[in-house]
């Protein structure tokens, strides 16, 4: 899928969403239900046919691990909700990881058989594609279409069928009102390339994730070539999206090329004068799949790792998601604050097909920078 023809995304979210309305328990299975299921097993997937079955088995498991990639004041909320909905899984444990040096060492023990203690892993986009052979190979985006799981099949990887996505991240301009006007913020991406903006005017991330996620809309030559001369500016490089955002609220710097929206807000927060601000550029580089999961094939508690995947992708779950992450939920899901932010407008949308090339992009986007060194840390 194209995610540049921006209708085959937004349009769909006027589609009824079927697949909610699929029954998934307890009588008999319907032909393509079945039909589902052999061609599931017959390309060596886990395929379940009831609800009611993954809910049983999850039972007796009682217990679930997660490693997450969202923060932990999340934790709580989402632990307990899922616990009123299924008691009988009263063992729940939620441990955030965060920073390369974490994921790294996580991989190395997956790769190992030795990641046991977990159920579920978070999948960072910068490590795309070390996972895949790791993962427990439940038919998930199958599941999700028959109505078996109640996820949205938009959320699950259409190729590798065990990856769910349900966060959405969308990068603004942030800027701080006392240094810059409104009207003096850059209202296209090239307003940045003029004159009036280069010597140390605005921040830009040695990790260019932000600017990596013009890719799907702009194409990897055209987005190298802006790379180049955004540090032609001669900007003040950044290592920390929210140690940037700081920086802009109280005033050391007036503006960013771009940060993620839920960080902005965070910061936003805890500025009672009202200083920082943002902007939203189109096209909106905006990243679907910002803390994906997958089951990994050494667990002990698969069952109940399928069911916390599909909260984390219910109306109950993107709702704390939205509340406490804060402003995360999925772009796929109704009225979450992402959707309606990006209604109507021109995105940037790094989907599955893109999440796997991301690395590569932000490898060729540090190469056209010039390699340069962080001055805010």
Do not use: C
Not at 43 to 49: D, L, M, P, Q
Not at 233 to 244: I, L, V
Not at 253 to 273: E, H
Request: net charge positive.
């Amino acid at each position: 899928m194209r995610i540049t023809v921006l209708n085959r995304i937004v349009g769909s979210f006027t589609l009824p969403l079927l697949f909610m309305l699929t029954p998934t328990h307890a009588g008999a299975a319907s032909p393509s239900l079945l039909q589902a299921k052999k061609e599931a097993e017959a390309k060596g997937y886990i395929f379940f046919t009831t609800h009611d079955e993954i809910a049983a088995i999850a039972k007796k498991e009682g217990k679930l691990r997660v490693s997450s990639g969202l923060q932990s004041q999340i934790f709580k909320p989402l632990i307990n909700t899922f616990k009123q909905k299924y008691p009988f899984i009263p063992d729940v444990y939620v441990e955030e990881i965060r920073g390369r040096d974490a994921q790294q060492r996580f991989i190395l023990e997956m790769q190992a058989g030795q990641a046991k203690e977990w159920d579920i892993t978070h999948i960072p986009i910068d490590f795309a594609q070390e996972y895949p052979p790791y993962l427990m190979k439940h038919d998930i985006l199958g599941m999700a279409k028959q109505g078996v799981l109640k996820i949205d099949p938009r959320m699950v990887h259409p190729v590798e069928r065990n990856m769910v996505g349900v966060t959405t991240s969308i990068t603004v301009i942030p800027y701080n009102r006392k240094l810059i006007s409104d009207d003096k913020v850059p209202v296209k991406w090239e307003d940045f390339l003029k004159p009036e903006f280069k010597g140390r005017k605005f921040i830009l991330e040695t990790r260019p994730t932000e600017v990596a996620a013009l890719v799907p809309a702009w194409g990897l030559e055209r987005t190298l070539e802006f790379a180049r001369k955004l540090a032609a500016q001669q900007p003040a490089w950044g290592s920390s999206g929210t140690r940037t955002n700081t920086a802009i609220a109280v005033g050391e710097y007036s503006l960013s090329i771009g940060a993620s929206f839920d960080r902005v807000k965070s910061v936003m927060g805890k500025d009672p004068t009202g200083t920082l601000s943002y902007k939203v550029i189109e096209p909106i580089p905006t990243r679907i799949l910002n803390h994906p999961s997958g089951i990994i094939n050494t667990v002990a508690h698969p069952h109940a790792a399928l069911l916390w995947l599909e909260f984390l992708a219910s109306p109950e779950g993107q709702e704390i998601i939205d509340k406490y992450a804060p402003f995360a939920a999925s772009l796929f899901t109704p009225g979450s604050v992402a959707e309606q932010m990006t209604r109507g407008k021109k995105l940037s949308v790094v989907d599955w097909d893109h999440f796997t090339k991301f690395q590569g992009y932000t490898e060729n986007i540090v190469a056209a920078y010039g390699f340069p060194k962080a001055d805010i840390k």
